[in-house]
T-cell receptor, first 115, second 114 residues
């Protein structure tokens, strides 16, 4: 079955360390996204990519970095510059990167805890 | 830019009772509207979407939503809820004609009780 795989499900890091969250999709989708979810704040867009080797900042990109070297993969690095990294991170994809009505398909998320 | 307001952070309801989860949006252009459901520690699943045409949209699990342009609302309804409907529900909006951004509301936690 096609879908989006995020790994690991739970991740623990010490403050000051960079950490990379994995996101892989086999839906053949062009566009991929990273959202951060905090209680009571809904989902906020970190980065998105419409096509391989291209990506744009979302609303809260500071302290994060991404790459899109393959269509299937869109890893997110949470750097030590991110002041409040503990959160639930969701990866999503959609059929096109353009302006259409295609909904997002989500992975099951990675819960990152930084102490 | 678009914004979404979900005024109710929590909605408790008894099983088999009807429920309405409210969503209002703000946008200077036409929009597509979506409702997603999230079960604990999982990603979001699409419940339904409004693209154009009929203002009453039916989705999965017996949910429906009505688009009201004059009131800029897209409320989600179900005539009879089940315990398994307990989850968090998110309303989202995307501008038509340009842009990838899907803007989410802050979510409404639906708790169905026996």
């Amino acid at each position: 079955d096609g879908g989006i795989t995020q790994s690991p499900k739970y991740l623990f890091r010490k403050e000051g360390q960079n950490v990379t969250l994995s996101c892989e999709q086999n839906l053949n989708h062009d566009a991929m996204y990273w959202y951060r979810q905090d209680p009571g704040q809904g989902l906020r867009l970190i980065y998105y990519s419409q096509i391989v080797n291209d990506f744009q900042k979302g609303d809260i990109a500071e302290g994060y970095s991404v790459s899109r070297e393959k269509k299937e993969s869109f890893p997110l690095t949470v750097t030590s510059a991110q002041k409040n990294p503990t959160a639930f991170y969701l990866c999503a994809s959609s059929t096109t990167g353009g302006s259409d009505s295609s909904p997002l398909h989500f992975g099951n998320g990675t819960r990152l805890t930084v102490t | 830019a678009q914004s979404v307001t979900q005024l109710d952070s929590q909605v408790p309801v008894f099983e088999e009772a009807p429920v309405e989860l409210r969503c209002n949006y703000s946008s200077s252009v036409s929009v597509y509207l979506f409702w997603y459901v999230q079960y604990p520690n999982q990603g979001l699943q699409l419940l339904l979407k409004y693209l154009s045409g009929s203002t009453l949209v039916k989705g999965i699990n017996g949910f429906e939503a009505e688009f009201n342009k004059s009131q800029t609302s897209f409320h989600l309804r179900k005539p009879s809820v089940h315990i398994s409907d307990t989850a968090e529900y998110f309303c989202a909006v995307r501008a038509t004609g340009g842009g990838n951004k899907l803007t989410f509301g802050t979510g409404t936690q639906l708790k169905v009780e026996l």
